[in-house]
């Protein structure tokens, strides 16, 4: 049906344009922004626009199989877009050369866009709530985390896998397993609080929202470029930006800034949280498109 197709267009739109906000908010601690390339010396705000143009047909299709499943059992919908999820890979690293630059979101943003496709089906409305898409995540991934229990069993682990194994971390299937609790929870409402001010610039907002994030997210990417204590160490940066003012003072906008120079000398990078930043943004744009 065409009415399918366009809703799917547009799911598509929104994942898309999470993951342009979500890199051109500047400045980021340690990630790619505007400003610089943060503790990577492979990508660039450039070569994240070449990803994220590449990835627009691969969040239609995973919306679609949302809209066409008809099971009972909903994890059988992650089954179906977990080839489609592999195909997005390679168009990203074809339009990247190589470079992994959204990985993480492709897994997060292709089932958020499949549960938001199940529930336009069911419902016939365009407006998500975030409830919604939350518990439709959970049906979807039920069980993804029991995964890493048989780690022991694999010869080649994946880079969560290894995570887990050393640190009992459960990543970004943790998150998505709980319908992305962390972004109910703590990015939704601050993002939701800061853009109900009147004249606040949503760049402003999106690093604001970030710096909660990273207090609250069990960062992958820190972790593995370091250890608990260097994660623990960003959670008390971000809690000293917020306590200074953040991006609303210019003690605040000063440390955040010392941050960044400082994360990038130390090979600091929470792309954890930054995905999660993306993923936060689109459910809002699920509950009102005209949020921004």
């Known amino acids: 049906m065409k009415s399918n197709c366009k809703f799917c267009q547009y799911i598509s739109e929104l994942a898309v344009k999470a993951m342009i906000y979500e890199v051109s908010a500047t400045p980021k601690p340690g990630l790619v922004d505007r400003n610089n390339s943060g503790a990577h010396n492979d990508m660039d705000f450039f ?6 143009a590449s990835l ?3 969040f239609y299709e995973c919306a679609l199989e949302g809209v066409n499943f008809d099971r009972e059992d909903y994890r059988d919908l992650l089954k179906r877009i977990r080839p489609i999820g592999i195909k997005g890979e390679e168009k990203m690293f074809n339009a990247t050369r190589g470079v992994n630059t959204h990985k993480g979101l492709i897994f997060s943003l292709g089932i958020i866009a499949a549960a938001a496709g199940n529930i336009y089906k069911e419902t016939g409305r365009q407006v998500i709530s975030s409830e919604e898409i939350s ?3 959970r049906k979807i991934t039920k069980g993804i985390t029991e995964e890493l229990k048989e780690i022991d069993r694999k010869e080649k682990l994946t880079y969560g896998e290894k995570l887990y194994k050393k640190y009992g971390t459960k990543g970004i299937r943790g998150e998505v397993e709980s319908g992305f609790a962390t972004v109910l929870k703590t990015g939704l409402p ?6 109900a001010k009147q004249d606040t610039h949503i760049n402003d907002i999106l690093v604001q929202t970030l710096l909660y994030l990273m207090i ?5 990417n820190v972790l593995g470029r370091h250890n608990l204590d260097m994660l623990n160490y960003v959670k008390k940066s971000a809690r000293e930006a917020i306590r200074l003012g953040g991006m609303f003072s210019q003690s605040g906008k ?3 800034y010392k941050m960044d120079k400082d994360f990038i000398e130390k090979n600091i990078s929470p792309g ?3 995905d999660l930043l993306a993923v936060t943004f689109m459910i809002a744009l699920l509950e009102n498109p005209k949020i921004f």
């Open 135 to 137: 518990m439709k995540i």
């Open 254 to 256: 000063e440390y955040i």
């Open 216 to 220: 609250e997210t069990e960062d992958s």
């Open 190 to 195: 601050i993002l939701k609080r800061l853009t």
């Open 47 to 52: 070569t994240f626009m070449s990803s994220s």
């Open 272 to 274: 954890g949280s930054a």
């Open 56 to 58: 627009t047909y691969t």
